[in-house]
């Protein structure tokens, strides 16, 4: 009995250090966090199932997702963006099928470090003003706070969650995001910008809201390049993790299995309302720190987040959050996706003297980051999807001989 509550802690332990980063996706993209938490919860089981509960890693919410999301609901709506999520989870099942046939080689000569790398950096950067604007205040072009109370939260959120991630303990910068919030929340409530209001009024209980996805193609096809992204960084999430445990999981269960797993949290969680779910480092980064790398612990995580999605107060709270307070954390976040996409190119020592890495990395940022559409008919491609398709057409076109 002891046994099991001590696992059930070190579950509520991993899903408070997944947890920041989970409702922040939805509450930067006006999702419904009560539903990226059941996605997550019922991601994590699936992928469980599949992989027979062998690896020990937890599905939150994809960032890779944000920029995406807002641009798809803009253009198409919510019913038609969570159809585009729900497709781009096949992604997974294709790269699950690419690895499953040729092994992980082909997926590197498809996609190598050239490839992704810019195409990481659109997903960080495309989302750049977004940021900005919050940070000062606006939603839209709406002034929703003050401009002058709005850049003393979110400087101060941007710098608490900065000192944090350079200076916090071990544990600490597993969850800078949870405590730069928790901190730029309490000196907006301080300042008078809460409103409490509707955290009273909330129920405890309450079934979340589900979001009814419609059928749109030019939606998927938007997203279904999107989940390029995420799907590498699987790979080596689930190499990272191995690493910790000494144990090799792409061979025992394999990543043909943990890819499926992956990518039917992603279709579940898009049918659900709630954004795509990917591996998370934190977690494995709490693993490390722990030393307790028992599955049953993610299965804990997974079970206390879907309880908390029907906690109808707590998700009300979460709406309460004012919106420089996120700007302040975005301010961060985003670059540092960008900056991974940087990461991306220089251990790969990616040579730009070389022409045709050149045109591949300046065509992708360009492309992606100019708002470019490519229309045919009702269907059309643009952002991280246009640009990765031009990128790997580019990659699979071009010589590779250095030309002098």
């Not at 003393?152 to 000192?163: D, E, H, N, P």
């Not at 309460?320 to 975005?330: C, E, Q, T, W, Y």
């Not at 540092?336 to 190119?345: P, W």
């Amino acid at each position: 009995m002891l046994h099991h509550a001590k696992t059930a802690i070190a579950g509520a332990q991993i899903l408070f250090v997944a947890f920041g980063a989970t409702v922040l996706v939805p509450l930067l993209t006006g999702l419904n966090p009560a539903l990226a938490l059941l996605g997550a919860g019922l991601g994590t089981l699936l992928f469980q199932l599949i992989t027979k509960r062998k690896v020990p890693i937890f599905l939150g919410s994809s960032f890779a997702f944000i920029a995406p999301i807002i641009a798809a609901k803009q253009q198409w709506g919510v019913g038609a963006t969570m159809f585009g999520l729900f497709a781009a989870g096949f992604m997974y099942f294709v790269f699950a099928a690419l690895v499953r046939w040729r092994g992980l080689e082909a997926v590197h000569k498809l996609l190598p470090p050239v490839v992704i790398g810019p195409v990481i950096m659109v997903i960080g950067l495309s989302v750049a003003a977004a940021a900005s604007s919050m940070a000062v205040g606006k939603g839209g072009d709406t002034q929703v706070v003050a401009y002058g109370t709005a850049i003393i939260l979110s400087a101060f959120t941007f710098g608490v969650t900065v000192v944090v991630t350079v200076f916090g303990s071990k544990m600490m910068k597993l969850i800078p995001i949870l405590i730069g919030v928790s901190a730029g929340y309490i000196l907006a409530a301080i300042m008078g910008e809460v409103n409490f209001q509707a955290v009273m009024d909330a129920p405890w209980f309450a079934v979340p809201e589900f979001t009814k996805p419609e059928v749109n193609w030019s939606a998927a096809l938007f997203m279904l390049p999107v989940a390029i992204a995420p799907a590498i960084e699987h790979i080596g999430g689930i190499m990272a993790i191995g690493a910790v445990t000494g144990k090799d999981y792409t061979k025992d269960p394999g990543l043909d299995k943990t890819l499926a797993g992956d990518g039917l949290g992603v279709c579940v969680a898009g049918l659900l309302g709630g954004p795509p779910v990917t591996t998370y480092g934190e977690v494995t980064g709490a693993v490390m720190i722990t030393k307790n790398s028992n599955p049953v612990i993610m299965t804990w995580a997974a079970i206390f987040a879907i309880g908390m999605a029907f906690l109808g107060k707590f998700n009300a709270f979460l709406a309460s959050i004012p919106l420089p307070v996120m700007g302040g954390v975005m301010l961060l976040l985003f670059g540092t996706i960008a900056s991974l996409g940087l990461k991306t190119l220089v251990d790969a020592q990616v040579d730009l003297m070389k022409p045709k890495n050149l045109v591949i990395v300046s065509s992708t940022l360009t492309i992606g980051l100019g708002g470019m559409v490519v229309q045919a008919g009702d269907i059309a491609l643009a952002g991280v999807g246009l640009c990765a398709l031009v990128a790997m057409l580019l990659n699979a076109v071009l010589p590779d001989k250095t030309e002098h």
